[in-house]
């Protein structure tokens, strides 16, 4: 592959002034794998518990579409409202960035070094070690045992800010003077916009030490790095940023203020892509073994070659590889393609690789899902969940590939009407608002829109453009700072709430407890108990309702929704009264509705084993909501469920409702429970102690929701409906209990209807309908022979209207009994009158105006095309449409236009005919 021959390994050997480097340890067989090996055994000979990544998006913060760095997975911990069994943790990180502050998106595959998805290796300390050991290890990690040059190595230190009234680092810069043998002039100070980290407006943050490494080529002046022109922190590659500790001691507060953590914590994070370029002497990260097993799959796939002299056919490579790698994770953990939220980010990034392959390598069908199994091969190992759904994965990009198809001729047109407007208006300029419509709604993006303006001899609004983009990002931002359900100001001081929402007896339902705080707003009011018998939501299930209120009176808060935070509790709704901290309350769960989700929680778990006994293995759950009123269960699977089926599973279900097992709620080690084959959902993440729910010998399953003690309580079981969500994604509804009844009595209520109705015994219904759906079919026959007829009869009146021109079979004919589906059907007639043939056939659809151009034969050859002649009828009649050389089509909006469009047609053919 490119990137391995000896021109792009550099030794650095002479450098200009007084001392030359050691050369770098270029490795090139030193694998991906073996260097993540190494970074996670390192921290683990060391006290560090491993641990696996998170999922890629994550399931409990609403402020992150995606997780864009390895601190998310311990946020909780980090605000104090969450805690681990460990102190010390290390893992690599799935991490997607494409928006908000850290948006790389228009950079990636442009450059070498910029992605959309990432690997964070990272070690963690909460409250246990701090700089000093942060600072030691980091520097044994990178010159003993990556062999990494001393000489190379520049570090930043925070510098201090008098707004915050921060002094510098001292101890920090102290600490890389005399706990390692870096050169100290190679320790500089920055200010808080390089070394003092935050995730956003509030939260815990810190001051941050950065490791960068020189990668200067021969000649360079190793001194440069202090040179804020072109040394470390100044944008350019050659001092590049390869790990950032940062020591979390402070805590942001909603008015901007600084106060002190009070455990002190490390959290570091070191990009896996570009490390591995550095031990492997590549340039670009994209020379590395992550990426060079994807760029061969897809030299295949396009018949080019990457690293060749075509540097746009590079990019597209980029683009391609960095992408499907994002996707392909995301889709693994659980996510699904959408209009909205994460869904439209993973779209929008299938049609960019899309559309990269399309214009810079030929790629006109579906490729990208072509690329999926080479990607699971490479990040399989460290990321198994990947290659247990590759077939899933693969599925979903395809028919997100094949819609993208479609949404590129349409967007095409769209664009036609866009400028035909503007021309017809006399103007010069493309309204950035409306272009950037095709960006948010096709995807086309911003160079390619002003390709196609160019091509008419029109500008874009490149402000205007821009405006719409900031407020497009505004709506769909995917990161925050750390406000959620409370800030990070109120959170401070609130305890762990001690939930009894699992015990088994009636009385939990009911818990005398006390008040810790009672927050409100003009939106609806948040309280926080002592404890709490209310279910907050997770895994699918929605949260509790119902009552809290002082014995006494004067208090009483209708619970609307529970959820949480961390380790902490939080009720919301609408509080009447005041509420003092320590306040004894009564805290009383809707008792019926609970019933009613217990029930339908049950029963998921059911139904997702009996999927997987009628459909097969490879059944995987994508989603669920168990509500009171019914439960929805979103499955992969290729293809609809058949009636069979569907009777089959839900018979699978009842003969488990009525055996009767109890169910079983048992606290377990995590690996001791996947290993007695408990059923663990992909995107879940999962703490070293879980809640494992058995019912008989028929379903074993990690789940924290509350259930029913014996699944014959959950009486009858109904599948509602069965629909596609997307490719590979299915969709089932079922209702339990009284809601199924309520839906059997109301079936047998209209079956009882439907057999009066026909005048015959509810048995005999099947073969009544069948009857009259043959007598049905026998009159549409009728009225099909009787519609022939009418096209006959359009065809004579076309024929009326053709002259010959020049050769050519030309005319432009308004057939006002035809709709667009008659006009087609006529068309097909027409061609047949003549090899060559130019003609304008208008229908009518209600207010709506149907055409169809058609062009062939010696029309073609004099340069007409049905296309361009449709931009004419479209001009005058409005609406939409367009087509190809030989055929077009479209619906006018414009009924009163009918004659102007006609005549617009003629004239646009006038002048080669």
């Keep these: 592959m490119p990137g391995e021959g000896p021109e792009s390994v550099r030794t650095f050997a002479h450098f200009r002034g007084p001392t030359a480097p050691t050369p770098m340890p270029i490795d090139p067989q030193r694998s991906a794998a073996q260097v993540r090996r190494q970074f996670l055994d390192f921290f683990a000979e060391r006290g560090h518990r491993e641990v696996p990544s998170s999922p890629v998006f994550p399931q409990d913060d609403p402020t992150l579409l995606f997780t864009n760095a390895g601190m998310n997975q311990f946020k909780d911990v980090f605000l104090g409202t969450g805690t681990r069994d460990y102190r010390r943790a290390v893992d690599t990180q799935k991490c997607i960035r494409v928006s908000g502050k850290h948006n790389d998106l228009e950079e990636v595959g442009v450059d070498t070094y910029h992605h959309t998805f990432f690997e964070m290796l990272g070690n963690w300390s909460f409250g246990d070690y701090f700089k000093e050991d942060a600072i030691t290890w980091a520097w044994q990690l990178l010159t003993e045992v990556w062999k990494l040059p001393k000489e190379r190595l520049w570090v930043t230190v925070f510098g201090g800010d008098p707004k915050d009234g921060l002094a510098a680092d001292e101890e920090a810069e102290q600490l890389w003077r005399s706990r390692t043998d870096i050169d100290p002039s190679h320790v500089l100070r920055f200010g808080k916009k390089d070394n003092f980290w935050e995730m956003g407006e509030t939260g815990p943050c810190g001051p941050c030490t950065e490791i960068h490494i020189d990668r200067g080529a021969p000649g360079d002046d190793p001194r440069d790095g202090a040179n804020p022109a072109i040394g470390v922190n100044a944008g350019n590659e050659r001092f590049m940023e390869i790990w950032n500790l940062v020591f979390m001691q402070f805590n942001r507060m909603d008015n901007g203020s600084l106060v002190n953590l009070p455990a002190k914590s490390v959290d570091t994070g070191m990009g896996f892509e570009r ?123 395809l028919s997100e590939e094949e819609s993208f198809g479609a949404t590129l001729g349409r967007g095409l047109v769209r664009f036609e009407e866009l400028a ?66 409370l800030s990070a ?46 279910y907050p939501e997770a895994g699918g299930q929605v949260g509790d309702s119902g009552l809290i209120e002082a014995p006494g009176g004067g208090f009483r808060f209708q619970v609307d929704d529970t ?66 009123d019914r439960l929805r269960f979103d499955l992969s699977h290729p293809k609809a469920i058949t009636q069979d089926e569907l009777e089959r599973i839900e018979a699978h279900v009842l003969r488990a409702v009525v055996a009767n097992p109890a169910v079983r709620t048992t606290v377990e080690d995590l690996a001791a429970a996947k290993a007695r084959g408990a059923a663990a959902l992909f995107g879940e993440k999962y703490d070293a102690a879980v809640r ?142 003549s090899a060559d043939l130019c003609v304008l056939l208008l229908g009518r659809d209600g207010e709506r105006v149907p055409w169809i151009v058609l062009c062939q034969g010696q029309a073609l050859e004099r340069g007409l095309a049905a296309g361009d002649l449709a931009k004419a009828v479209a001009a005058e009649l409005g609406g939409g449409g367009g087509g190809k050389r030989e055929t077009a089509q479209g619906q006018g909006l414009a009924a009163d236009r009918v004659e102007a469009a006609l005549a617009a047609f003629r004239a646009a053919a006038a002048g080669r005919l």
């Design 489 to 534: 100001e109120q959170l401070q001081g609130l305890r762990p709430t001690a939930g009894t929402y699992h015990h088994e007896d009636t009385q939990s339902l009911a818990v005398e407890t006390r008040v810790q705080r009672l927050f409100r707003s003009a939106d609806r009011d948040t309280l926080v108990l002592e404890s709490s018998p209310f």
């Design 692 to 833: 494992v729910v058995e019912m008989g010998d028929v379903s074993l399953e990690l789940c924290g929701g509350t259930h029913v003690r014996a699944t014959g309580d959950i009486g009858a079981f109904a599948i509602v409906q069965e629909r596609a969500v997307q490719a590979g994604v299915r969709r089932i509804e079922a209702v339990t209990g009284p809601n199924a009844l309520a839906l059997f009595q109301e079936q047998r209520r209209l079956l009882g209807v439907s057999a009066q109705r026909l005048k015959v015994p509810p048995d005999e219904l099947p073969q009544r309908i069948e009857a009259l759906q043959e007598q049905l079919k026998e009159a549409r026959k009728k009225t099909q022979a009787a519609a022939q007829g009418d096209l006959a009869g359009a065809l004579e009146h076309v024929k009326k209207g053709l002259e010959t021109r020049s050769g050519v079979a030309f005319g432009a004919v308004d057939l006002a009994g035809l709709d667009l589906g008659g006009l087609r059907e006529l068309s097909a007639r027409v061609k047949g009158q």
């Design 563 to 628: 959820q949480r935070l961390g380790t902490v509790v939080v009720h919301l709704g609408r509080a009447e009264g005041d509420a003092q901290p320590g306040l004894a309350v009564l805290a009383k769960v809707d008792a019926e509705r609970r019933a009613s989700i217990r029930r339908n929680h049950s029963a998921t778990h059911l139904l997702h084993r009996a999927l997987k006994e009628v459909l097969g293995d490879h059944v995987a759950q994508a989603g669920s909501h168990v509500g009171p």
């Design 420 to 485: 035909r407007r503007v021309a017809k208006a006399g103007a010069k300029v493309l309204p950035g608002e409306q272009a950037y419509e095709l960006y948010a709604t096709y995807g086309f993006p911003k160079d390619l829109v002003e390709l196609m303006a160019r091509e008419r001899e029109l500008a874009l609004d490149a402000a205007g453009w821009d405006d719409a983009e900031r407020a497009h990002q505004s709506a769909s931002r995917s990161e925050g700072g750390f406000k959620q359900l």
């Design 275 to 397: 490390v591995l370029s550095v031990l492997q002497g590549k340039r670009s990260n994209y020379d590395t073994d992550l990426f060079a097993p994807i760029f061969r799959t897809l030299e295949q796939v396009s018949g080019r070659t990457y690293g060749g002299s075509d540097s746009r056919a590079d990019v597209a490579f980029r683009v391609a590889a960095d992408h499907v790698r994002a996707v392909s994770s995301a889709f693994a953990d659980g996510a699904l393609p959408g209009n909205v939220g994460r869904g439209y980010v993973l779209r929008r990034l299938i049609r960019r690789a899309a559309r990269f392959g399309r214009q810079e390598l030929g790629l006109e069908q579906p490729y990208l899902h072509r690329l999926v199994p080479t990607v699971a091969e490479v990040l399989g190992h460290a990321f198994p969940e990947i290659r247990q759904r590759v077939d899933h994965v693969a599925s979903l990009v």
